[in-house]
């Protein structure tokens, strides 16, 4: 097709600073003169573009940097902490495991299929780009209310776009969460983690090292994608209206590019790969210099393009999927093409590192910008943003939770928290996920954690994700060490040791000093409980402005954890497997009913503190879940959380089909907070009669306390006191009420049809 | 016996299903490139799930065309057995090895659950170690899975005991149920369940072992002379 | 009231990377059809409505694909409607 | 040689169910479009060819659809070809 010949408008560097033009692409006056300052010149409009991408929130995380020093990220579990593509631990048997995740909060909510899926390709080639052959997605998402139309649609989108990327590259989903609170209405939350395998000795860092070694791109062409909104406001560009911030994910082309970078990795030729996610070719580039402590010099013409007349502007902020940057040894190029090619993956030698510590950019011979890598990336701006905790507590003035007096009340109060989307099944969402492919899913979806088979070793994996906004919005220091802890029970309530984490950080505006009072405090939160438990963060990813209309989002911390689980026989799930077991509840018997999910739906909206948290106790208790689990003594085990003690024991006979009968061991006046309380470091477990004595020994010699609350068996879920039965509804019922409550709702049309042809 | 399991670009279940096939058989199994064009000398030939080219425009429309898929088309009418599991019944399907399609789910959800199965046909040399009429539980996990054939060809498949699985709970709309079938001949079989993820009591079932051993113990009698197809 | 047929076309804005489209313009071509440049896939949507006028008729149509059938952050829409009788076949309802 | 562009529209035969545009028609109902009485869903392609003719044009794309475009077991086609030039955008390439 014959194109036009293609006028470049790109005003000078002069017209730049007179026009304050930076600011459309982001940068602040102080941070445009901090650049110049650094140039010692005038940046021209190139140079501009990359301060305004690598100085963004995203690229240089300047609002959070500061704060996140604050995380332990050592221990001798780890690998590669964070700074990389992805965090790794050692497993033992010369394995490590590669896992990280990442947010894609604002492409989902204008396109919720391509936005989600994308989510998954990025968070995807963080995983293999280290060497690691990826096995296993999760995902945390929060969406509005399911009663308003648009939400549905959301939901619907990313769940399917999940599914359509996942399962077409071969990668099981077996885990994550869903929250539904009108908090998140108009900021839906798509959290992506990615977990993978590789050989210690076969790890690959995002390193641009040893001078004169070629540089490629590899796997999809170049197009004008995603290149930031901003600079397409210009009335000067006459095709900004034909042009979409939203990419198209190609899950088969990243199947490929997946194979193939792993087969490449395998020949030892390469020396670092990179993914172009966010900010494409700008940040992967200044990136992989910058980790080398070297230079790198760019033949732009040389990327092959999707679409004729592209500036070296928009090659460098193209945000084209499924694209990575690699970094080979000299003389090897031949075997890459040759790799590459048998895949049938476009690759092109594009540039060389250097050792001048200059990121420097040609196009067509001309020198088109050249900036110091270290400018760029270890001289980007760092905020202190003001904090300011609010006066109280938000949920301090909430009226008081609405008292449980009769057993109708009782079972109306279970039937309505199970039917709560938040806690109802999962189904409708994870039967979209692949779950069993690569045959190696012990557990899949449903239980506490996950559970991988690796082929090669005995141990197995454990999964899991977990945060909990309305917590956090509490009370943010303590959400934040809950959000820790509720993953690592989740771990051992699975037979797991907790190993590490990665987190997503979800929060509103940054500028904010409430908001920055929230991010510190749950840092701080995070942190504490990373430290006492052991669990390191090895990766993560922060995500502000979730904020619509001035409101903001709940300060949402998502931690994903893998711990891993010495052999098949200590895998323990929360579904009752049998008649005759005996339940027991382990930790501090606690009825308060701070942050519970039976509060806020009282009320309308969070009420009271987090729940109580005591770390040293959260300690004790897993120490105890996992010497149990060691000792093959738990039939079944369920960690106590969202909807307490009643949505705990419901889930475990709706699990298994079983029915069970629990009898508090006093009286109880008011059934409210001994069936809803979300107390933390609590656990159910099932035993074998035979094996209670030994489980109240290991609990003693734990220093957790154990209190034997009845049996599992028959049809119905049966909790009593000594003055009588509170509540006696048949399995059957709760199952019926449980599963169906997603499904009923999305029956409700979805508004936005979406998917593939 | 020798298999192969085909590798087409964007295949994801090759190498579980290499992995069930010597779990179940203990013989080796070669992963096969699509561009590959003999097939000598393998005894039984493996189409594994996936998304083959992305399953852009239609499941396995693409495929078809490999240079693989001549050797597929002779082996079958040598006699030789060829399974398709999943994006491989779509493949065989698009190759026209096999009658009908495998459209769109009629909820249009991709679906990955155990299902419940019955074995209608269990006179084929992949179904003849399960007894006729007999329920098992092997999972799906597709979202274009559902067989539609024009009526005459639904009535001859029934008529010359054809269908080998049907599902118990119609899980995607598929006409008269059907989860799998057999060629004219017998020796091809396209199934939409994947028995290769059940074979293990941790998978929660391993009612598809018994496809794999079928075909072994099938192939053992012809060996010695003892069988004939069609 | 009369009876409209529309028929809706809806693509990728132009900018937008079409995976469909790339992967079958290079299936065409190892088919020997190698004259072929570009393929983009779109969805084409065949549908009756209710409306005094072609005007009215119109205006619903426009606006099912602002609500409904088209997402204007990626995709755009190009739509014709006629009077059901003169209707060409396409993928008309059975 | 010139450069053709060929639409091609791929449609479900009328007797299979087409559970997309049922979905979609559920829907445009619930936004209050109750006149809409039946939808289907089908596939439109744009793509471009060299040839002298524009019978040669139509040959090559009548051609793609039987080998690729369109499965014959579920599917109907048609398309229309003209001179690149007059060709109205849609999906058009860059
Ligand atoms: N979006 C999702 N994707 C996959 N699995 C999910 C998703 N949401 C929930 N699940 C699964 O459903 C089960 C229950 O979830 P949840 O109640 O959040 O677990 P927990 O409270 O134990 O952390 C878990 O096994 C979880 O992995
Ligand atoms: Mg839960």
Same mark, same amino acid.
């Given at each position: 097709m014959a194109e036009a010949q293609v006028t470049v408008w /790109?005003?000078?560097?002069?017209?730049?600073?007179?026009?304050?033009?930076?600011?459309e692409m982001?940068?602040?006056?102080?941070?445009?003169?901090?650049?110049?300052?650094?140039?010692?010149?005038?940046?021209?409009?190139?140079?501009?573009?990359?301060?305004?991408?690598?100085?963004?929130?995203?690229?240089?995380?300047?609002?959070?940097?500061?704060?996140?020093?604050?995380?332990?990220?050592?221990?001798?579990?780890?690998?590669?902490?964070?700074?990389?593509?992805?965090?790794?631990?050692?497993?033992?048997?010369?394995?490590?495991?590669?896992?990280?995740?990442?947010?894609h909060n604002h492409p989902s909510a204008v396109e919720p299929y391509q936005g989600a899926a994308t989510g998954v390709g990025g968070?995807?080639?963080?995983?293999?780009?280290?060497?690691?052959?990826?096995?296993?997605?999760?995902?945390?998402?929060?969406?509005?209310?399911?009663?308003d139309p648009r939400t549905r649609w959301l939901f619907a989108g990313v769940v399917s776009g999940i599914g359509g990327y996942?399962?077409c590259? =071969?990668?099981?989903?077996?885990?994550?969460?869903?929250?539904?609170?009108?908090?998140?209405?108009h900021n839906p939350?798509v959290? *992506?983690?990615?977990?993978?395998?590789?050989?210690?000795?076969?790890?690959?860092?995002?390193?641009?090292?040893?001078?004169?070694?070629?540089?490629?791109?590899?796997g999809a062409k170049t197009g004008r994608d995603g290149i930031h909104g901003a600079t397409f406001a210009s009335a000067e560009d006459p095709n900004a209206k034909e042009r979409s911030a939203v990419q198209v994910g190609d899950p088969f082309l990243g199947?490929?590019?997946?194979?193939?970078?792993?087969?490449?990795?395998?020949?030892?030729?390469?020396?670092?790969?990179?993914?172009?996610?966010a900010a494409g070719?700008?940040?992967?580039?200044?990136?992989?210099?910058?980790?080398?402590?070297?230079?790198?010099?760019?033949?732009?013409?040389?990327?092959p393009v999707r679409e004729t007349g592209m500036t070296?502007y928009e090659i460098?902020l193209s945000e084209s999927q499924e694209r990575?940057?690699?970094?080979?040894?000299?003389?090897?190029?031949?075997?890459?093409?040759?790799?590459?090619?048998?895949?049938?993956?476009?690759?092109?030698?594009?540039?060389?590192?250097?050792?001048?510590?200059?990121?420097?950019?040609?196009?067509?011979?001309?020198?088109?910008?050249?900036?110091?890598?270290?400018?760029?990336?270890?001289?980007?701006?760092?905020?202190?943003?003001?904090?300011?905790?609010?006066?109280?507590?938000?949920?301090?003035?909430?009226?008081?939770?609405?008292?449980?007096?009769?057993?109708?009340?009782?079972?109306?109060?279970?039937?309505?928290?199970?039917?709560?989307?938040?806690?109802?099944?999962?189904?409708?969402?994870?039967?979209?996920?692949?779950?069993?492919?690569?045959?190696?899913?012990? #557990?899949?979806? =449903?239980?506490?954690?996950?559970?991988?088979?690796?082929?090669?070793?005995?141990?197995?994996?454990?999964?899991?994700?977990?945060?909990?906004?309305?917590?956090?919005?509490?009370?943010?220091?303590?959400?934040?060490?809950?959000?820790?802890?509720?993953?690592?029970?989740?771990?051992?309530?699975?037979?797991?040791?907790?190993?590490?984490?990665?987190?997503?950080?979800?929060?509103?505006?940054?500028?904010?000093?409430?908001?920055?009072?929230?991010?510190?405090?749950?840092?701080?939160?995070?942190?504490?409980?990373?430290?006492?438990?052991?669990?390191?963060?090895?990766?993560?990813?922060?995500?502000?402005?979730? /904020?619509t209309?001035?409101?903001?989002?709940?300060?949402?911390?998502?931690?994903?954890?893998?711990?891993?689980?010495?052999?098949?026989?200590?895998?323990?799930?929360?579904?009752?497997?049998?008649?005759?077991?005996?339940?027991?509840?382990?930790?501090?018997?606690?009825?308060?009913?701070?942050?519970?999910?039976?509060?806020?739906?009282?009320?309308?909206?969070?009420?009271?503190?987090?729940?109580?948290?005591?770390?040293?106790?959260?300690?004790?208790?897993?120490?105890?879940?996992?010497?149990?689990?060691?000792?093959?003594?738990?039939?079944?085990?369920?960690?106590?959380?969202?909807? =307490?003690? *009643?949505?705990?024991?419901?889930?475990?006979?709706?699990?298994?089909?079983?029915?069970?009968?629990?009898?508090?061991?006093?009286?109880?006046?008011?059934?409210?907070?001994?069936?809803?309380?979300?107390?933390?470091?609590?656990?159910? #477990?099932?035993?074998?009669?035979?094996?209670?004595?030994?489980?109240?020994?290991?609990?003693?010699?734990?220093?957790?306390?154990?209190?034997?609350?009845?049996?599992?068996?028959? /049809?119905?879920?049966?909790? *009593?006191?000594?003055?009588?039965?509170?509540?006696?509804?048949?399995?059957?019922?709760?199952?019926?009420?449980?599963?169906?409550?997603?499904?009923?709702?999305?029956?409700?049309p979805v508004v936005r049809e979406r998917g593939s042809v | 016996?020798?298999?192969?399991?085909?590798?087409?670009?964007?295949?994801?279940?090759?190498?579980?299903?290499?992995?069930?096939?010597?779990?179940?058989?203990?013989?080796?199994?070669?992963?096969?490139?699509?561009?590959?064009?003999?097939?000598?000398?393998?005894?039984?030939?493996?189409?594994?799930?996936?998304?083959?080219y992305g399953d852009y425009l239609r499941?396995?429309a693409?495929?078809?065309?490999?240079?693989?898929?001549?050797?597929?088309?002779?082996?079958?009418?040598?006699?030789?057995?060829?399974?398709?599991?999943?994006?491989?019944?779509?493949?065989?399907?698009?190759?026209?090895?096999?009658?009908?399609?495998?459209?769109r789910?009629?909820?249009l959800?991709?679906?990955?659950?155990?299902?419940?199965?019955?074995?209608?046909?269990?006179?084929?040399?992949?179904?003849?170690?399960?007894?006729?009429?007999?329920?098992?539980?092997?999972?799906?996990?597709?979202g274009?899975?559902?067989?539609?054939?024009?009526?005459?060809?639904?009535?001859?498949?029934?008529?010359?005991?054809?269908?080998?699985?049907?599902?118990?709970?119609?899980?995607?709309?598929?006409?008269?149920?059907?989860?799998?079938?057999?060629?004219?001949?017998?020796?091809?079989?396209?199934?939409?369940?994947?028995?290769?993820?059940?074979?293990?009591?941790?998978?929660?079932?391993?009612?598809?072992?018994?496809?794999?051993?079928?075909?072994?113990?099938?192939?053992?009698?012809?060996?010695?002379? =003892?069988?004939?197809?069609? | 009231?009369?009876?409209w047929q529309a028929e809706v076309r809806v693509w990728l804005k132009p900018s937008v990377f079409d995976p469909q489209g790339a992967a079958v313009q290079q299936a065409l071509r190892?088919?020997?059809?190698?004259g072929v440049e570009e393929v983009r896939i779109g969805k084409s949507m065949v549908l009756t409505v209710r409306a005094?006028t072609a005007a009215e008729a119109e205006d619903q149509v426009r606006a099912m694909c602002e609500e409904l059938l088209c997402n204007p952050v990626m995709e755009t829409y190009t739509f014709t409607v006629r009077p059901l009788?003169e209707a060409s076949v396409g993928g008309r309802a059975?």
């Amino acid at each position: 097709m014959a194109e036009a010949q293609v006028t470049v408008w /790109e005003p000078s560097a002069e017209k730049i600073r007179d026009e304050r033009i930076y600011r459309e692409m982001g940068l602040t006056d102080e941070e445009y003169e901090r650049a110049v300052q650094l140039l010692g010149r005038l940046p021209n409009y190139v140079e501009t573009g990359l301060f305004s991408v690598l100085w963004s929130e995203h690229c240089s995380y300047k609002s959070s940097r500061l704060h996140l020093r604050r995380f332990p990220t050592e221990g001798p579990q780890v690998l590669q902490g964070p700074g990389e593509n992805a965090g790794i631990v050692d497993i033992g048997d010369g394995l490590g495991v590669a896992f990280k995740m990442e947010s894609h909060n604002h492409p989902s909510a204008v396109e919720p299929y391509q936005g989600a899926a994308t989510g998954v390709g990025g968070i995807l080639r963080d995983i293999f780009t280290m060497g690691a052959r990826p096995v296993a997605f999760l995902d945390s998402l929060r969406f509005g209310d399911l009663a308003d139309p648009r939400t549905r649609w959301l939901f619907a989108g990313v769940v399917s776009g999940i599914g359509g990327y996942g399962n077409c590259v =071969g990668i099981p989903t077996v885990g994550g969460e869903v929250v539904f609170d009108p908090a998140y209405q108009h900021n839906p939350l798509v959290n *992506a983690m990615c977990v993978g395998i590789v050989r210690k000795d076969r790890i690959v860092r995002g390193t641009a090292s040893g001078v004169g070694n070629p540089v490629f791109v590899v796997g999809a062409k170049t197009g004008r994608d995603g290149i930031h909104g901003a600079t397409f406001a210009s009335a000067e560009d006459p095709n900004a209206k034909e042009r979409s911030a939203v990419q198209v994910g190609d899950p088969f082309l990243g199947k490929l590019l997946m194979e193939a970078t792993l087969e490449l990795i395998q020949t030892g030729a390469v020396v670092g790969v990179q993914d172009m996610g966010a900010a494409g070719l700008t940040s992967s580039s200044a990136e992989m210099a910058s980790r080398a402590g070297g230079g790198m010099e760019l033949w732009l013409d040389r990327v092959p393009v999707r679409e004729t007349g592209m500036t070296p502007y928009e090659i460098m902020l193209s945000e084209s999927q499924e694209r990575m940057l690699v970094v080979m040894e000299r003389d090897k190029a031949e075997l890459a093409f040759e790799i590459l090619h048998r895949w049938g993956l476009d690759a092109a030698e594009i540039g060389r590192v250097t050792d001048d510590g200059m990121l420097r950019l040609w196009f067509h011979g001309e020198k088109v910008a050249e900036v110091p890598v270290r400018v760029l990336v270890d001289e980007a701006p760092l905020y202190d943003r003001p904090a300011a905790a609010p006066a109280t507590l938000p949920g301090a003035d909430a009226p008081a939770p609405t008292p449980l007096t009769d057993a109708q009340q009782a079972a109306q109060a279970l039937r309505r928290v199970l039917d709560h989307p938040s806690v109802a099944s999962k189904r409708w969402v994870w039967r979209q996920y692949d779950t069993t492919v690569r045959v190696s899913t012990v #557990v899949g979806p =449903g239980s506490d954690a996950a559970v991988l088979r690796l082929p090669e070793t005995r141990r197995l994996l454990a999964l899991t994700t977990d945060g909990n906004g309305r917590y956090v919005y509490l009370n943010p220091r303590r959400g934040g060490q809950i959000a820790v802890a509720e993953a690592a029970r989740n771990i051992a309530c699975s037979g797991g040791r907790p190993l590490a984490i990665t987190d997503c950080l979800n929060f509103g505006n940054p500028e904010k000093p409430e908001v920055m009072h929230q991010f510190i405090e749950a840092v701080e939160g995070l942190a504490d409980a990373c430290r006492a438990l052991g669990t390191p963060v090895v990766s993560g990813n922060v995500s502000f402005y979730n /904020e619509t209309g001035g409101q903001d989002i709940y300060p949402t911390p998502i931690v994903g954890m893998v711990g891993v689980i010495d052999e098949l026989e200590q895998v323990v799930t929360s579904a009752l497997p049998e008649d005759g077991l005996t339940l027991i509840h382990l930790g501090e018997p606690d009825f308060a009913l701070d942050g519970s999910l039976y509060w806020q739906l009282g009320v309308g909206r969070p009420a009271g503190d987090a729940p109580r948290l005591d770390l040293e106790a959260e300690r004790r208790l897993q120490m105890l879940l996992l010497a149990l689990a060691k000792r093959r003594l738990l039939r079944a085990a369920h960690d106590i959380s969202e909807g =307490g003690l *009643a949505v705990a024991i419901a889930e475990m006979c709706i699990a298994g089909g079983v029915g069970a009968r629990l009898r508090w061991p006093e009286p109880v006046a008011d059934a409210a907070g001994w069936l809803f309380s979300e107390a933390q470091s609590r656990a159910l #477990v099932a035993v074998a009669d035979a094996d209670v004595p030994q489980v109240l020994d290991a609990a003693r010699a734990h220093g957790v306390p154990a209190l034997v609350l009845g049996a599992s068996g028959g /049809e119905e879920l049966v909790l *009593a006191d000594p003055a009588g039965t509170w509540l006696a509804l048949p399995v059957a019922e709760l199952r019926e009420v449980y599963e169906s409550a997603i499904p009923v709702r999305m029956d409700a049309p979805v508004v936005r049809e979406r998917g593939s042809v | 016996m020798r298999w192969a399991v085909i590798v087409f670009p964007g295949s994801n279940c090759d190498e579980d299903a290499r992995w069930a096939i010597e779990r179940a058989t203990g013989d080796a199994v070669d992963l096969v490139w699509h561009t590959q064009a003999s097939l000598d000398g393998y005894d039984a030939i493996v189409l594994p799930g996936g998304f083959s080219y992305g399953d852009y425009l239609r499941s396995g429309a693409i495929a078809r065309f490999s240079p693989v898929m001549q050797a597929v088309r002779r082996a079958a009418e040598a006699g030789r057995l060829v399974l398709g599991i999943c994006n491989g019944f779509q493949i065989l399907t698009e190759a026209g090895l096999l009658p009908g399609a495998l459209v769109r789910n009629d909820h249009l959800q991709f679906r990955c659950e155990l299902c419940e199965l019955e074995v209608v046909s269990a006179d084929s040399p992949f179904t003849a170690g399960y007894q006729p009429g007999e329920r098992i539980r092997i999972p799906i996990a597709h979202g274009e899975g559902r067989y539609i054939a024009d009526p005459s060809t639904l009535d001859a498949l029934e008529r010359k005991g054809r269908v080998a699985f049907r599902y118990r709970d119609n899980v995607n709309g598929s006409l008269r149920g059907i989860a799998g079938i057999l060629g004219h001949r017998g020796n091809v079989l396209g199934m939409m369940p994947h028995p290769e993820r059940a074979v293990a009591e941790w998978m929660g079932s391993v009612d598809g072992l018994r496809v794999f051993t079928s075909m072994r113990v099938w192939h053992e009698a012809r060996a010695k002379g =003892g069988v004939e197809v069609g | 009231m009369s009876v409209w047929q529309a028929e809706v076309r809806v693509w990728l804005k132009p900018s937008v990377f079409d995976p469909q489209g790339a992967a079958v313009q290079q299936a065409l071509r190892s088919l020997g059809h190698d004259g072929v440049e570009e393929v983009r896939i779109g969805k084409s949507m065949v549908l009756t409505v209710r409306a005094e006028t072609a005007a009215e008729a119109e205006d619903q149509v426009r606006a099912m694909c602002e609500e409904l059938l088209c997402n204007p952050v990626m995709e755009t829409y190009t739509f014709t409607v006629r009077p059901l009788e003169e209707a060409s076949v396409g993928g008309r309802a059975r």
